[in-house]
């Protein structure tokens, strides 16, 4: 089974463009199915896959303490392979075609208020060692509303100061521009033109953000740097860096812009996930209600 995951997540890099995050997560999913049902089925073939061969996995996964959501990713990566095979006829039938998707409580994703995040970047000292950058990290993830990654991989040549935004690449190799805030490119001013010269190595390449060895900053070093000036701030709240993304979007709709450009904006193929937000915001509009109305 394992040589057809290996054409299979082939197919998914070189005809369908899939990014490296996507085709290492089905891999893993689909690799740990094949070394489940060589151990406990003694099945190496894809042909004698069946349907209750995969619900049993999946209920054996459910038992390991596997959420939901991780489930639902399995599931769809047996789905697109094994159809996947079935188009290939490498395999006479599907059995994964009725399988159904778990279903996923909705959490209401956490957010700042626009005080918490005035606090957390006015308390970011810029004459401190990489200051600026930091800051101005800080500043364009919630400007922008980017992910770590978007963000990770930003470079000078996508951004553009006249017009006030970047080009990204997001999930699935798609990019799309972003507008960015007047504080954003205002910090980021300050850092390209006073600190970021100062990071520049023999071979540093063009990402906007380096680190102290002239390379791109990894995303997991961008998600310490909030963390730690989060912390400095004061903020009780647990900080992570989705927390200003997910802020970007509630601030927008309660300022009244459009959900269809907000989704547009963080690159949301689906407008039900950006529609998660309107919930957020009914909740704070509720809860003012709830406070000052005399006979709430």
Request: a positive charge.
């Amino acid at each position: 089974m394992e040589v057809l995951i290996d054409g299979f997540i082939r197919f998914l890099a070189v005809e369908r463009g899939l990014s490296e995050n996507y085709q290492l997560s089905t891999q893993r999913s689909l690799s740990e199915f094949a070394e489940w049902c060589a151990a406990k089925k003694r099945i190496t073939q894809a042909h004698n896959v069946t349907l209750p061969v995969l619900s049993e996995y999946l209920a054996d996964r459910k038992r390991g303490g596997l959420s939901a959501s991780s489930i639902k990713l399995i599931v769809v990566a047996l789905k697109i392979f094994f159809r996947f095979l079935a188009a290939k006829r490498l395999i006479e039938r599907d059995p994964a075609e009725a399988l159904a998707l778990p279903r996923i409580e909705r959490y209401l994703p956490e957010t700042l208020n626009e005080l918490q995040v005035e606090q957390f970047l006015e308390t970011i000292d810029i004459k401190a060692a990489h200051g600026l950058r930091d800051r101005a990290i800080i500043e364009l993830l919630y400007a922008s509303g980017l992910r770590i990654s978007e963000l990770a991989n930003a470079r000078l040549e996508n951004f553009t100061f006249e017009e006030r935004v970047v080009r990204v690449t997001g999930k699935g190799n798609k990019t799309r521009l972003v507008p960015v805030g007047r504080k954003a490119c205002e910090a980021l001013a300050a850092y390209l033109s006073a600190e970021r010269p100062k990071l520049v190595k023999q071979r540093t390449s063009s990402e906007i953000f380096l680190s102290e060895r002239g390379t791109k900053l990894t995303t997991a070093r961008i998600w310490q740097i909030v963390k730690k000036h989060a912390h400095r701030a004061g903020l009780e709240k647990n900080v992570y860096h989705h927390l200003l993304r997910h802020s970007f979007t509630t601030h927008l709709l309660g300022n009244g812009a459009d959900l269809r450009i907000i989704q547009e904006m963080l690159g949301h193929a689906d407008i039900s996930t950006t529609q998660v937000y309107t919930h957020v915001d009914q909740q704070r509009l509720k809860a003012v209600h709830r406070r000052f109305h005399p006979r709430a």
